[in-house]
């Protein structure tokens, strides 16, 4: 690592002085059909589970199998690009999924009409943008002056995958078998209808509780690349509310109507579409909500030391480097002046687009969140991954921060409301693509990549994702409607009922107040905050089945073998685990093609096999994935 912790001496894979095919036709054209693929699929997955996965490095091996294996060509660059363009779709998705459903709320409400492919495109496209260009700036301080330092896990990973070159066949084919396998066990159970994805019992003597899970592929991949550790954190605040906090509802408050819930708790209950699952519904839904607020909150206070040494470094760093005409290769950014063009243009925009109900202050007070919180992500990024970046968080405080400023400027009800998860949806978008980016160009730096090819490349995935999401967002809701079981987009659902609640007045603070409190004594126990109030808030059996992911992982990491040989177990299994969820995916993307187009119900089987079924099909899928990670490399 001596030669790694000196900026100075460390030398890329691909030499500055040499120049091999890198922004190609190619390139591009893969990786703005990977942006499209991972960013449906993952805003599927994300408006299913309440988080996302990197997709830089099932982009790079699939890259790798069509270049390489079937092109016949070989170029590290190009396959670094096509993960760089690729993985934006998935980190715009992220960003959007997150806020941007609550509009589709209101509409069906009948607050507000259903917002316009245009609007979307535009706040996706804003967010996705400035997130590129506040980033640029932190490459110098962030990705070259602190190599050594900032691990940047998953875009170390994802240079480890593209150096490994020669082994790519082998590695896309076991994304493109997981794709494919998840793809079929969706279509049988969720199409064909062949056994039920989820199954669950309602315990008689102990009421309120029910215990389920449900038998997805996403989920297993979700806890198998999270790990045990997060699995279980998540499996036990939906442990909290679904055998505590709701028996304690229905045991305490049996005959009572307890606000913001119409019926008494007992009518619930024994409501055959409601059950427990109304208690979780009516209530537990604000408690987990209060739980994530103040997890994200939480976790932007214990940063805060970090963000600002971080805002101090970026601003100090800004004019270096940037206007030296004879830069090597590697280190050519997009310039400056550049930069500021289109952050000045996209301020002037946000002001004068009524979707954004903000004078030119708010507009410009919006670009500077934005690059606070661009710092804090990137920042975040090179030291957790992408993958455990809170950028939700993040958005629960923008949001908060915007609802409480509109209000109090006089811009309140609906269009307050629009206006308050437009700008949180800029800004969440903000981080994310800041992450990803940062996440990107560290890959590049180590493979000896062009960071201004890369930069115009993730512009060029932020434009195809920004057109592509507003379709995804309409066919996903015109399919199943947000806040169902299909699809809880439960930070969406959250983000709502914050704004609502602060500018109607009507927030059940009570519960949110509980949930709040939860999480503070969470964090009093040193147990991740984020994790636990996500599982709080979803669904049971929704974090049942990650933890069936990552109980896999837990037994896979404690075989015995060589520290070489669990690492390439895991390898073996993320790889595999990346293509489930995408596959799972692209398959309920398909699903909800057929579900609008009206077939989904001609194509159903006239038998269904029973819950027990379920059960054995998902431990065939978990044995599968167990005995690929513990094959011998040939």
Known sequence: MNVMDNKNEFKPYIPANKIVPEFTVTSVLIGIILAVVFGAANAYLGLLVGMTISASIPAAVISMGIIRIILRRD????NNLVQTIGSAGESLAAGAIFTLPALFLWAKEGKMDYPSILTIFLIALFGGILGVCFMVPLRQALIVEEHGTLPFPEGTACAEVLLAGEEGGSKAGAVFSGLGIAAFYKLVADGLKLFPSEIGYAFKGYAGSQIGIQVLPSLAGVGFICGPKI????LAGGALSWFVLMPAIALFGADATIYPGTETISAILAD?????????TNYIKYIGAGAVAAGGVISLIKTFPLIIRTFKQAVSSMGKKHQDKNVLRTQQDLPMSVLLILIAAIVILIWLIPTFPVNPIGSLIIVIFGFFFATVSSRMVGLIGSSNNPVSGMAIATIIIATVLLKVTGTDGVTGMVGAIAIGGVICIIAAIAGDTSQDLKTGFIVGATPKKQQIGEMIGVVVSAAAIGGVLY?????????TDQIPAAQATMMKMLVEGIMEANLPWALILIGVCIAIVVEILKVPVMPFAVGMYLPFSLSAGIMAGGAVRWIVERVKGSDEEKKERADRGVLFTSGLIAGEGIMGIV??????AGVDGKIVLPFSLPQIGSLIIFVVLLFGLFKLCMKKNK
């Open 475 to 483: 066919l996903l809701n015109e399919a199943w409607g947000y806040g």
């Open 272 to 280: 055959p579409e409601q059950g427990p699952g109304g208690l979780w």
């Open 231 to 234: 699995s279980s954190y998540m």
């Open 591 to 596: 699903l909800a093609v057929l579900a609008v």
């Open 75 to 78: 170029s590290i660059l190009e």
